[in-house]
């Protein structure tokens, strides 16, 4: 699940960049630190965010983490300025995804990009990039 959801790193770095991150899907239990999550969930380090998930982030043995799902929530539809910047994404070849934010004003197009291997590690950097330019 590690390639399905944003690393700690990454989640702190959206936390850095003023996103509260407590709406997120899953939390990701630290079973090193806790007994309690061992007898609770074997031997899964994820599981929803419930209240008694809420508890285990509160006690500092888990953390929120975003699914890609998350993410895609995140980023907005439309960016809002002098123009509008529409949100499309795509596979670029079997290996390469594509985040863009595109306006077409008069004949020419203006578009900002995110490329990655990965369709969530596209999206995190666009929402990261969304987040510093707001």
Known sequence: ???????????????DLGIDTNDASLVHV????????MSYMGNNTY?????Y????VDN?????VYTLQDVLEKLPKKI????????S????????WNIAYTCVKDEDEETLRSFAS??????YKMLCYTQMNK
């Open 53 to 56: 998930s809420k508890t285990l």
């Open 89 to 96: 994404i795509t596979p670029v070849s079997s290996r390469l």
């Open 30 to 37: 630290d079973v090193d630190q806790s007994d309690l999550s």
């Open 1 to 15: 699940m590690k390639e399905l959801t944003l690393t700690a790193e990454q989640m702190e770095h959206l936390r």
């Open 60 to 64: 500092g043995l888990a953390y929120y």
């Open 118 to 123: 990965s369709l969530l590690d596209a999206a």
């Open 80 to 87: 809002y300025g002098d123009e509008v910047y529409s949100l």
């Open 47 to 51: 599981m929803k965010h419930t209240d």
